[in-house]
């Protein structure tokens, strides 16, 4: 397989948001019966669903010959939000413990939004509907305005755009604290990759969070169990792991051999120099695994400095920017 099998053939200038079910080229700016609204460019598709938390249902190279390959697990089309592709968490990632957090010397309350979950978890943005507009040729941006969405702290304006270029896709999350005092903030995403039987993952990093019973940390550790090797690469099946990795560098590989595939996750910003964070899910069983760039680890909000969250003051703002690089395997 060579760079140019993997980018496709070329966009053509017809490249508008389109009916799942139509042909490329043809301009269909609506959303599908599922209210998906599809983009296809540079050799890609992808599928957004602005009224589902902003969330992104497919995304798929289109290879030379033969059917679309999903590089993310798609949507199935369920009310269960974690059964979208991927989604941006927003503005927070993971989860807080402790009923809520201290900031600027006041107590924030905060309050479980997953049945099932004890802890609030993801931030709230993938909880309400955003806005969406097509911004370029083969890009697409979505807005959310949040007001103490279920009670939360938090006031803040999001946008996230999704852009496809030859070989991959850009992507960035950005937040605006909108509040009268400061708050700490943080961002994540949340992709779900598809899960084949010879599927790795790989990414230099320092150590893991340990934790006890449940998610939340209770200590770090430098040696790794015995298969969490992600520095040297590790199959996406085998033990569970819901931890979060620190001292990232900021580049990761998800690898499909049998593909002839891989996916490179480049940190764009914040910059980080092994002082990064990135958190594997990989459960025992199922069709998909998720490889997740944050900007802090989980529950950071009672951790030591509230390590990686930033306290922003009204008005002030960050930004999570990563590539993901369409590349062949041929390991």
């Known amino acids: 397989m060579t760079l140019s099998d993997i980018a496709g053939s070329p966009a053509s200038p017809a490249d508008a948001l389109q009916g799942a079910g139509q042909h490329a080229g043809a301009s269909a700016p609506g959303p599908d019966a599922l209210g998906r609204h599809w983009l296809e ?42 059964r979208q592709a991927s989604f941006a968490m927003v503005p927070w990632s993971n989860r807080i413990a402790q009923g809520g957090f201290a900031a600027a010397g006041r107590l924030h309350a905060m309050q479980p939004n997953r049945v ?21 040729p083969g890009e697409l941006e979505m807005t ?116 002839g595939l891989q996916v490179q996750l480049r940190q764009v910003e914040p910059v980080v120099r092994s002082d990064g964070h990135c958190l594997v899910y990989r459960p025992p069983q199922g069709e998909a695994f998720c490889l997740e760039p944050i900007t802090h680890p989980i529950d950071a909000f009672h951790l030591p400095g509230q390590e990686g969250l930033r306290l922003l003051a009204p008005g002030e703002s960050m930004r999570l920017a990563v590539a993901w690089d369409l590349l062949p395997d041929q390991a």
Not at 47 to 54: E, L
Not at 213 to 226: E, H, V
């Open 41 to 82: 460019h540079a050799g890609q598709r992808l599928a957004v669903v602005p009224s589902r938390g902003g969330a992104v249902a497919a995304w798929q190279w289109l290879p030379p010959e033969g059917p679309p390959l999903d590089l993310w697990r798609p949507w199935d089309g369920s009310d269960d939000l974690y």
């Open 116 to 136: 099932g979950e004890p802890y609030p978890i993801h931030g709230d943005g993938w909880l309400q509907p955003w806005q969406l507009r097509q911004s370029a």
């Open 144 to 259: 959310l305005w949040s007001d103490g969405f279920g009670g939360s702290p938090y006031r803040f304006f999001a946008r996230q755009v999704l852009r496809l270029r030859e070989q991959g896709l850009d992507q960035w999350v950005e937040v605006r604290h909108e509040g009268d005092g400061p708050l700490p903030y943080g961002l994540g995403l949340h992709p779900w990759f598809v899960r084949t039987a010879d599927t790795r993952i790989q990414a230099a990093v320092a150590g893991v969070w340990l934790s006890g019973n449940d998610p939340i940390p209770t200590s770090r550790s430098r040696a790794l169990p015995p298969d969490w090797c992600l520095p040297e690469g590790m199959p996406a099946h085998g033990s569970f792991i819901d931890n979060a990795f620190y001292g990232w560098d900021g580049l990761a590989r998800v690898r499909w051999p049998s593909r």
